[in-house]
Each structure stands twice: as structure tokens, then as C-alpha cells.
Nanobody, 117 residues
Framework: VQLVESGGGLVQPGGSLRLSCVAS????????MSWYRQAPGKERELVAS????????NYAESMKGRFTISRDNAKSTVYLQMNSLNAEDTAVYYC???????????WGQGTQVTVSS
């Protein structure tokens, strides 16, 4: 099982980034997918999640209206479009796969997002 994130980097305040997470080794379309983030000295927090078929999404309050989660089951990929970034968005962003009911959870290695001028 692998979850490989990409798309992180350094961006100026107000800028945008699109993160990608490519999955392999499991049946992607049977798993809900989420993005989490962890800032230095803080606990990991949920950013956004999307249901297995993509019909339902959920966002942390501070991300609503700025971030958009989506998935392409044909490509076994989940995306996170991040707009209007600010310094508080600086964190390592992690991809997460979960199969509810079976207790299966997988994590990616994370990708660093730094928002700074």
C-alpha cells in the first residue's frame, strides 16, 4: 500500500497550491480519502475529506471556501486545491485513506507547504 503526496512547496500569502495524492496497493474507490495537516508544535488536524464515490465532502471550518477536495477514481488520485493561503496554513499535509467498518487506515509520508513572503 502506498499513498504518495506531491505538489507542496513555498508559496506567497494569497497564493494557491494544488496537492495530489496517488494511491496504490488497495481498492481506491472503496475508501474515503482525507487530507490532514500538522504544523510545528501542533497536533495533526483534519483539513478535508471526501467519500469513496466523491459525492460527499467535508471541510474543517477554517478551510471552507478556500480549499477544495476532489478525487479521480480512475486515476486513484485525490486532490486538494488550496487558495488564499496564509501563514497559518504552513504545515506538513498528509493524505489518508480509510475503509470504514474494516478498521483500515493508510497514511502518506506528507508534503510540506510553506506560506511565506
Amino acid at each position: 500500500v502506498q499513498l504518495v503526496e506531491s505538489g507542496g512547496g513555498l508559496v506567497q500569502p494569497g497564493g494557491s497550491l494544488r496537492l495530489s495524492c496517488v494511491a496504490s496497493g488497495f481498492t481506491f474507490n472503496r475508501y474515503s480519502m482525507s487530507w490532514y495537516r500538522q504544523a510545528p508544535g501542533k497536533e495533526r488536524e483534519l483539513v478535508a475529506s471526501i467519500s469513496s464515490a466523491g459525492g460527499s465532502t467535508n471541510y474543517a471550518e477554517s478551510m471552507k471556501g478556500r480549499f477544495t477536495i476532489s478525487r479521480d477514481n480512475a486515476k486513484s488520485t485525490v486532490y486538494l486545491q488550496m487558495n488564499s493561503l496564509n501563514a497559518e496554513d504552513t504545515a506538513v499535509y498528509y493524505c489518508n485513506a480509510k475503509r470504514t467498518g474494516l478498521g483500515l487506515v493508510f497514511w502518506g509520508q506528507g508534503t510540506q507547504v510553506t506560506v511565506s513572503s
